[in-house]
């Protein structure tokens, strides 16, 4: 243990250059997280900021799992660093994500590389969500909430001599012996700006609360780099970023297979301009990524190679044009293609898996081009207004495909019928959203929003074509163990969303409180279908079935709250203060009549948080609801209720910032809401249970600027 803190820290105690050049930071676009009713772009939205003293807290290197903290956000079990996030019950699927501005696709048929796993906590500026509606200029092609992830603003130098600063941490986790440490070196004069940022994160499995033992599969391991170019002129900033991401392991516990490497590297570029007649922002981007999934140790003994490959390319252009001292129009375009190969080499000396590669999507191709326009409004200083529409069409098509072998006279079938359909596919889908916002008084503004949103399939839900037990049960981010089924025939999911906000602030900020109510109803839901049951190799029962992805029908409704409280003050940033969040949901399959999969039960949290000078300290509880309402389609399994206490402390010595965090103080045994079967510990043991919260962790953190 003391080497790897050791290794840890080394990565940023080393003597460095410090210049005594003030730095000049271009103001983010965001929202001010002490002010979360604030707007951000166009509209007068209701939304929560993540700052930095919220993202680079030393407790996890999952950023979806960061997120959890605000309510009507939660995070659906993934892998160590790749969780998939769920606002108001609808998951990552149907939300729009986006880094510095820019889209990432999945690139798994399980979703290991979900769009957050290509960022750190501990090196990001700043993450807005949206759980109510947003506006249609955030994004097209989802029905759900917004997650915006930025990285710190560029910096340029104030004077005429060179800046030159950075920032490095490193931290030491006691469950599953994690550790790792970010950089961020920064070299700039007035108008040039370079920065590079690098990561790396490791940690073994995991101990489950109390007498859950060892939870296999959750060992992990991956490094980012990242160099970012900006330049300031007087016709604007221009920005060109590129990095790289590598991961050569993630287990998932929930997953018949692991992420055994990831490989991903990017270009962005984008320009922001002021003129005399409004603003243009442009964006470009291009991705490549090469994913292989296979068995860790835990599923061992077994091989079987699953290969894919994706390239990405997207642009947009934005135009603010302020047309009145009330009235002001925005416009926007935007483009996506996306091209992915997936294909499942054959196993030598295997009957099964061979002789032939396996086409599970070939060549499959997914565009998408859309365009808005808004009107926003500020009638008097109280009211204020955002309209907007926006069309985009979605087009898709994928080649022929293979099973592994001729002998399987079903899968030759079946591979036949596929290609002979008609495989293209063209979807034109319209949105709208309209919001309102009105100051009823001093400290208390209300904000109601409508839209209508619509989400074409992915590929994987219209292509995935393989029905056996085994190829089925490739497919799926569900983390259930079962097998999935695509659909030619599937259409657009179409949501209508009404959600309110309601925020009280006392005097002098002493309090606050916030209630936002939300409903959404969901036609041609994309759920799932009974096939049948999925039986092993002697043909005998297992405790999984295979789906089919249909249009259904959904509702989901629920109520977010959060408050806070100042309990006293002292001098300057010192206070004690009292903060609280509660988050309820209900969502319903209205064909079936049943509990939609991965719902998240009654979650409140509670903080006491104190500052005083140079030290931070604070004690939280999480009490969560016991979860009944169940998928019994996908058998999802039940949890128990259960309150975790978590204990964190921190000391600012000035450049130097140390922490340490006791989380699950009391090692409390729990299995995760949204966590689905442990499908490593099932390979290892032959006992299937529920995916085990963490045990009790003591973590340490180090950080500095200089």
């Given amino acids: 243990m003391t080497f790897r803190i050791l290794l840890a820290a080394s990565t940023m105690l080393f003597p460095a250059a410090a210049f005594a050049q003030e730095a000049t930071a271009l103001p983010p676009v965001a929202v001010d997280s002490d002010n979360p009713t604030e707007t951000i772009g166009t509209a007068p939205l209701a939304g929560t900021e993540l700052g930095q003293d919220k993202l680079r807290q030393s407790s996890t290197s999952d950023t979806a799992d960061l997120l959890s903290q605000i309510p009507g956000v939660s995070a659906n079990t993934g892998g160590g660093f790749s969780s998939m996030p769920a606002i108001h019950g609808l998951n990552e699927q149907r939300l729009k994500i986006t880094v510095d501005g820019h889209p990432i696709d999945a690139a798994c048929p399980n979703d290991m590389n979900s769009p957050l796993s290509y960022t750190v906590p501990q090196t990001l500026g700043s993450v807005h969500v949206v759980t109510g509606v947003a ?93 970012d170019l900006a330049l300031q002129t007087g016709a604007g900033l221009f920005r060109l970023k590129g990095g790289y991401h590598f991961s050569p392991y993630e287990g998932f516990a929930n997953q018949a297979m692991d992420m055994v490497s990831n490989k991903s590297w990017f270009v962005n570029a984008g320009y922001e301009g002021e003129f005399d007649w409004g603003s243009l922002r442009l964006t470009a981007d291009y991705r490549d990524t090469d994913h292989e999934m296979n068995f860790l140790e835990d599923k061992l003994p077994g091989d079987m190679p699953m290969l894919t490959e994706v390239h990405t390319f997207s642009a947009s252009a934005k135009v603010e044009l302020p047309v009145s001292a009330r009235d002001t129009l925005h416009f926007g375009g935007e483009y996506h293609h996306q091209w992915l190969n997936d294909y499942w080499p054959a196993v030598p000396g295997s009957m099964m898996m061979g002789p032939n590669t396996y086409i599970n999507l070939n060549a499959a191709h997914r565009d998408r081009i859309g365009g808005y326009g808004e009107w926003e409004a500020h009638w008097s200083e109280r009211l204020s207004s955002v309209i907007g529409v926006r069309l985009d069409r979605v087009s898709m098509n994928t080649g022929t495909v293979q099973p592994y072998s001729m002998m399987n006279a079903f899968d030759v079938a079946t591979a036949a019928t596929f290609n002979a359909a008609d495989r293209q596919r063209t979807d034109h889908n319209w949105s709208a959203s309209a919001l309102v916002s009105y100051a009823l008084g001093e400290g208390a503004t209300i904000e109601v929003g409508y839209a209508h949103k619509a989400r074409s399939p992915n590929l994987y839900e219209r292509y995935s074509w393989g029905q056996g037990g085994m190829a089925s049960r490739m497919i799926g981010w569900y983390g259930d163990g079962n097998g999935y089924v695509g659909n030619l025939n599937l259409k657009s999911e179409r949501a209508d969303t009404l959600s309110a ?81 509660l988050a309820w949901l209900h969502g319903q399959n209205l064909a079936d009549h049943g509990p939609l999969y991965h719902q998240m039960p009654l979650d409140l949290k509670l903080a006491l948080q104190h500052r005083a000078g140079p030290i931070e300290a604070g004690v939280e509880l999480e009490w969560v609801a016991e979860k009944t309402r169940v998928d019994a389609t996908r058998n999802e399994p039940r949890s128990d209720a259960y309150a975790l206490v978590n204990l964190r402390l921190g000391y600012d010595l000035g450049p130097v910032r140390l922490s340490m965090e006791v989380e699950n103080l009391f090692d409390k045994a729990y299995d995760l809401p949204l966590g689905g079967v442990s499908l490593g510990d099932y390979k290892a043991t032959g006992v299937l249970r529920a995916v085990p919260g963490k045990g009790r962790s003591v973590n340490f953190g180090i950080s500095t600027a200089f």
Avoid: C
């Fill in 135 to 227: 506006p249609v200029s955030m994004g097209g092609d989802n029905i759900g909430g917004v997650i915006a992830v930025s990285s710190p603003a560029p910096v340029f130098a104030s004077g005429e001599s060179l800046l030159a600063s950075g920032e490095a941490s490193a931290f030491y986790r006691s469950n599953g012996d994690g550790f790792g440490g970010s950089l961020r070196l920064t070299l700039a004069t007035r108008t040039l700006s370079a920065t590079y940022t690098g990561s790396y994160t490791q940690a073994q499995q995991y101990e489950g609360g109390g007498n859950r033992g060892l939870v296999r599969s959750t060992e992990y391991a991956k490094t980012d780099h990242a160099l």
């Fill in 501 to 581: 906000a309601l925020d009280l602030k006392g005097a002098n900020g002493g309090w606050s409180l916030r209630i936002a109510p939300y409903y959404t109803h969901v036609s041609d839901y994309i759920d799932a279908v009974f096939v049948k049951p999925i039986t092993n190799m002697m043909a005998m029962p297992t405790p999984f079935v295979q789906l089919q992805f249909a249009n259904q029908e959904a509702e989901f409704y629920g109520l977010d709250v959060s408050g806070q409280l100042v309990l006293a003050r002292g001098e300057g940033q010192d206070a004690t203060s009292l903060t609280g969040s």
